[in-house]
């Protein structure tokens, strides 16, 4: 097996998932005695599932919002594996990741992330970036464009890098079902 297949089954690999990604908060104000800034993993809490029906995210990126309440919202990409309708596992290197936008917002002072939505949609093949716009909306970016696995997910970052980001495209949320 050459080193690019090796990265390659590596990067589509489901068992390779450690399964403890999450999502951690610290106060800024506050460095505390152990200089950690009261660092403290969140709780995801509410009716979030993920593909393998527990609480499990594979983060990509993050942005949140402060809403009208002082609660924060958190806008995540979630890199979830590819299941089929039977919620088996598909095989990675065909499908790619099941990526989605998921919603949780937090009360300050809590440790729990309640679940708002999942937003899962054709238009969001490859996201790297998301921004949210203020308006309970989101921006995200495609960084592969439309092509999730193959040689063609491949080039098509370099090749975008090269012609100036000309393949990755960028979803607004409006245009995605509510």
Known sequence: MKYTDKVRATHHNISARELTDHVSALNIDDPGEDGLFGLHQLQITGDYKSSAGGKDIDILGLDFERLPNDDLRFWLINHRPAIDEFGNLLDATVYGANSTVEVFDLTPGTSK?????????DAIQTPNSITATGDGGFVVSNDHGSNKVGAASTLSISISTLANLAEATCTHSSLLPR
Do not use: A
């Open 113 to 121: 992330l309640k679940f708002v939505k999942t937003y899962h949609d």
